[in-house]
């Protein structure tokens, strides 16, 4: 995930302790909106718990 003006140098954004996230594309522009719609899943490796994260062209974040 890309943000303009919150990755590091080499564009990584750290998430917290036993958070995984899926690949995908998603890249923001300054304006806010996405390069390409994409879809990020969210899982706490704990619990297995799972949430889908929807990313539109637009630049418009679904979280269910």
Do not use: C, H, K, W
Not at 28 to 49: E, K, M, P, W
């Amino acid at each position: 995930l890309t943000v303009a003006g919150v990755n590091s140098t080499s564009s990584n954004v750290r998430l917290p302790e036993n958070i995984t996230l899926s690949t995908a594309g998603a890249i923001f522009t300054n304006l806010g909106a996405a390069s390409s719609a994409a879809t990020y899943t969210v899982t706490d490796i704990v619990s297995n718990r799972q949430m889908t994260i929807t990313v539109a062209g637009s630049g418009r974040v679904t979280v269910p």
